[in-house]
């Protein structure tokens, strides 16, 4: 493979590695050993050598009393790590050559790492990404999170209808993480405040313990190593009841255990909703709680002076999830350590910043006082004094974070951060007019922008080795982590010998992906049509019916015209639905039974095929990105913040059919307009629409292709057995439509007709393909973690010190 240069460790060196852990950590012969006890064997070969990166850059940070970066989230979309550690220390070829002198296949054992999908989608995703720049910059930094039991719920289908059981990568065993028994916390909740020798003590009524695991995070080359800590849920005090076990009540003695734990059993599977629930409240505090008591340990170990904090701490609140972060910071500063309340404030504020990720309002978290009085009374007091005293610094104001009985996390976010970021320049432009706008007139400093990024080790070098390779042969190597360095590939798109290289990687890779798809899916399809691709979480914002109807409306418009030169095309999607969320959960049923039709339809199939992937992962996009020839990213304008998967389409050389929406604008901009395919209404035009009383209905009398497509599906097309099947959809799409999938259809199947036009010369396509990736250098997760060190949190590298 033509990997950038290799690690200085031979094949040999790192076969004894591997036999020596088979043999001693998991008492193995070779000749008995499974693909797991060989994945565990290379998975240890590989740490050892990356705890020793993880030590100096511990050592390095305390010699230089340097100040570190928190990243707090709820979520940590890591995937799998064996590979991950493995190009990072660039020891492919040594540990694919070892293990092929011990007869096992590389890809094999790499295959058998469960994904730890400890995320819902982007936001998840984003904080792996970023935990990796931060590494990779050697910028002393923790990830803190929750070590969830049952990752996201792995998905399957039962007639087209999305299935949930249980995910359960512990079950396999896990080679990352230490396990930190003395590093251990209390939580408490409940209980009551009082006031004892003129300070206010709060005395829970309950409590469970935060238990640490950490994994060492590496970066680049191996050269700087963090850590993400992960909170294991504990029963505070005895574990076990002794005295029920002994009366014969053996479930009843498991109890304060099993309650304790329930904390740090299940992922959330919402994304962007607020799903509500005390657990979740309990989580976040759980969380939040644990974190801060660490990072005031490890302060204390090295500071004594408390004035300090703020420049040796720094706290970064993932969505509002951790913000409870705020009071918190706050009661540890006044009440424990005796710090005035406003002085208190203050510091916390400067230790602290916080991201927005969405608009939707009903994902901005706030929750009752009722509940949140229940569960953090002394929490629930400092939040009403924190509204009060932001209240008298700016009379005029008429946003609070208490409003309806509720505490309303954004805004309490918005006082308690020095900086608010949003990760798109449309959707920090949004903030600034509309949630956050009376928040942005006090305070005109505060929110920045900080377009998102995707690491370009996970993106390009290991997703992607034949293109890397290439790009790679053709600037050298130092791309991997000086991504801008892309442009060097532009002089070269126009020579045709370089060019044909680069479609050859493509057609490759989805050959690739045909054949995968063919012994894993069932799906069989011929790797000349264009692979479109659609994978994201299901929801309506995203429009995937959007995408489905087109499919309709073109495969009605093949039947009337079997004769015409059609260019053939897979369109692909992958995504999870909510389970509480019906309407998507129709849309994935609805995408699989017009999956069924139009594959069996002898007379369009090699013109137009749908394919619906289960299980939708980190893993799977791996597989899918490279492979891509169109990037679907179709959101209503004003709704996605940002998308993370669009750039790494781009990146990897697909074309994108987008929106002006989140970070569609910036990457069109980076590309070129002439290498973006840009249809449907622009944020500013989306409220107007929406005015319009009749607009679905006026769109649908307008286009008689959307019409028939809509038609179809109410009349039981795709669902004969059930006709009414999919009424709610088409009723919905006819009637309210907020997202507007009727009104954006037409510029759609306009923008999808050019689409195939532009396929058709491929040479021109794999121009366009390549001006891409040459582009797109600037949404590496390096450039946006600069910029956070940089203009957020005044955290220095220390990687070259
Ligand atoms: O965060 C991504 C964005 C994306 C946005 C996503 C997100 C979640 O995954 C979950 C909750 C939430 O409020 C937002 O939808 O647009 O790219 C990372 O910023």
Redesign the pocket.
């Known amino acids: 493979m033509n990997m950038v240069s290799r690690n200085t460790m031979t094949t040999d060196e790192f076969r004894a590695a591997i036999l020596r852990h088979l043999k001693y950590e998991l008492g193995k012969d070779a000749s008995h050993a499974s693909v797991e006890d060989w994945r565990m064997a290379l998975s240890f070969a590989v740490r050892d050598q990356i705890v020793d990166s993880w030590f100096a850059a511990t050592r390095k940070t305390y010699e230089a009393g340097a100040k570190r970066v928190y990243y707090l989230s709820m979520?940590f979309l890591i995937g799998r790590l064996l590979e991950d550690g493995i190009v990072n220390l660039r020891l492919v070829d040594q540990a694919r050559d070892a293990l092929a002198a011990l007869g096992q296949d590389f890809d094999t054992v790499l295959e058998d790492e469960p994904d730890a999908a400890l995320?819902?989608?982007?936001?998840?995703?984003?904080a792996a990404c970023f935990l990796e720049s931060l590494s990779t910059l050697g910028c002393p930094a923790y990830g803190y999170g929750i070590r969830y039991e049952h990752g996201l719920f792995r998905q399957s289908f039962v007639d087209g209808r999305q299935m949930e059981a249980p995910e359960t990568w512990l079950l396999k065993r896990h080679a990352w993480e230490f396990e930190r028994p003395e590093s251990r916390y209390r939580i408490g909740f409940g209980g009551e405040v009082s006031t004892k020798g003129g300070k206010v003590v709060w005395t829970p009524a309950d409590s469970v313990d935060a238990e640490a695991y950490d994994t060492p995070v590496i970066g680049w080359q191996g050269r700087w190593a963090n850590t993400l800590r992960l909170w294991s849920a504990r029963a505070s005090d005895t574990p076990f009841d002794l005295d029920s076990f002994n009366r014969g009540d053996f479930a009843g003695a498991a109890e304060p255990e099993a309650l304790a734990r329930t904390i740090s059993r299940v992922l959330y599977p919402d994304?962007?909703t607020d799903q509500g629930k005390e657990l979740r409240l309990k989580q976040e505090y759980f969380l939040t709680g644990a974190a801060l008591q660490d990072i005031m340990r490890r302060f204390d170990s090295e500071h004594d002076d408390l004035g300090k904090l703020p420049s040796k701490v720094a706290i970064q609140m993932n969505?509002t999830h951790p913000a409870i972060a705020g009071p918190e910071l706050v009661r540890i500063l006044h009440d424990e350590r005796g710090l005035p309340f406003d002085e208190a404030m203050n510091m916390a504020q400067a230790c602290l910043s916080y991201?927005?990720?969405?608009l939707?309002p009903e994902?901005l978290e706030s929750w009752h006082e009722g509940l949140f009085g229940k569960l953090l009374p002394r929490h629930l007091q400092i939040v009403d004094r924190i509204d009060d005293a932001h209240a008298k610094a700016h009379p005029s104001r008429t946003v609070s974070a208490r409003s309806d009985n509720h505490v309303k996390m954004g805004e309490l976010s918005f006082i308690m951060a020095h900086k608010v970021n949003g990760?798109?320049a449309l959707?920090t432009d949004l903030m600034k007019t509309t949630v956050f706008s009376e928040f942005h007139r006090l305070h005109p400093d505060r929110i920045i922008n900080q377009t998102?990024g995707v690491t370009p080790r996970r993106w390009l070098l290991s997703c992607n080795p034949r293109l890397s390779g290439l790009i790679t042969d053709t600037i050298g190597e130092t791309w991997a982590d000086h991504l801008e360095e892309l442009k060097g590939l532009e002089p070269h798109v126009s020579d045709p010998a370089w060019l044909e290289k680069y479609a050859a990687a493509k057609r490759a890779n989805k050959v690739d992906l045909a054949n995968w798809m063919s012994s894993t899916a069932d799906i069989n399809v011929d790797p000349d049509m264009m692979f479109d691709v659609q994978i994201k979480?299901l929801h309506e914002y995203k429009r995937q019916h959007l995408n489905i109807l087109e499919a309709i409306a073109l495969w009605q418009e093949i039947k009337a015209n079997p004769s015409a030169d059609w260019t053939p095309r897979l369109k692909i999607f992958a995504g999870k639905a909510a389970p509480g969320y019906f309407f998507a959960k129709d849309i994935i049923r609805l995408i699989n039974d017009v999956a069924k039709v139009l594959n069996a339809d002898v007379e369009t199939r090699d013109m137009l095929q749908v394919a619906f992937l289960p299980n939708y992962n980190v893993t799977l996009a791996e597989r899918l990105i490279p492979a891509a020839d169109l990037s679907e990213q179709i959101s209503t304008a004003g709704k996605?913040?940002?998308?993370?998967g669009n750039m790494k389409f781009a990146l990897n050389g697909a074309l994108t059919v987008g929106t002006l929406d989140?970070?569609n604008v910036e990457i069109r901009e980076h590309v070129g307009a002439e290498n973006f395919f840009l249809f449907g209404m622009t944020a500013d035009k989306v409220e107007a629409r929406r005015a319009i009383k009749d607009h679905a209905a006026q769109a649908i009398a307008a286009d008689p292709r959307l019409a028939a497509a809509l038609k179809a599906i109410h009349d039981g097309v795709f669902s004969p057995d059930e006709p009414a099947r999919y009424h709610n959809i088409t009723e919905n799409l006819s009637g309210p439509d907020y997202f507007l999938v009727s009104s954006d259809f037409t510029d759609y199947y306009r923008a999808q007709r050019e689409v195939d036009t532009a396929f058709k010369d491929q040479q021109h396509w794999m121009t366009m393909a390549a001006l891409n990736t040459a582009r797109s250098g600037w949404f590496s997760s390096d450039r946006t973690i600069t910029d956070y060190m940089a203009q957020i949190w005044d955290a220095k590298s220390l990687r070259d010190s």
């Open positions: 979520e995320g819902n989608g982007g936001l998840g995703r984003l994304d962007t969505d991201t927005n990720h969405t939707l994902a990760v798109s959707h998102n979480r996605e913040a940002s998308g993370t989140g970070a």
